[in-house]
């Protein structure tokens, strides 16, 4: 069964961290980018950070310096570490994975990660 899933989420103070991780099944791991992406409550879906097959990042500004993505080919998962957050960081996290070359994507559940004193 091809599924991704997702953990780490939850409630944080502001400037506290926290690390989701994403589990992905079914899929040969390493021809999938991978990424994360997050959804404040009516608003359009957004990526925040994506990591290659071959281990080269992006982030969207709004995280760089804070958040660092990473991959584990042999556990088959995608990490996102999260520091100095803030209260926009609210929002639905979501892992995704993309096949290489194709416009096929695979999306997890969500986390929902709330940044709040």
């Known amino acids: 069964q091809v599924q991704l899933v997702e953990s780490g989420g939850g409630l944080v103070q502001p400037g506290g961290s926290l690390r989701l991780s994403c589990a992905a099944s079914?899929?040969?791991?390493?021809?999938?980018?991978m990424g994360w992406y997050r959804q404040e409550s009516g608003k359009q879906r957004e990526l925040v950070a994506a990591i290659s097959t071959g281990g080269s990042t992006i982030y969207a500004d709004s995280v760089k310096g804070r958040f660092t993505i990473s991959r584990d080919s042999a556990k088959n998962t995608v990490a996102l570490q999260m520091q100095m957050l803030k209260p926009e960081d609210t929002a639905v996290y979501y892992c995704?994975?993309?096949?290489?070359?194709?416009?096929?994507?695979?999306w997890g559940q969500g986390t929902q990660v709330i940044v709040s004193s």
């Open positions: 079914g899929i040969i791991f390493d021809i999938y980018h």
């Open positions: 995704a994975a993309n096949l290489v070359g194709t416009p096929t994507s695979i």
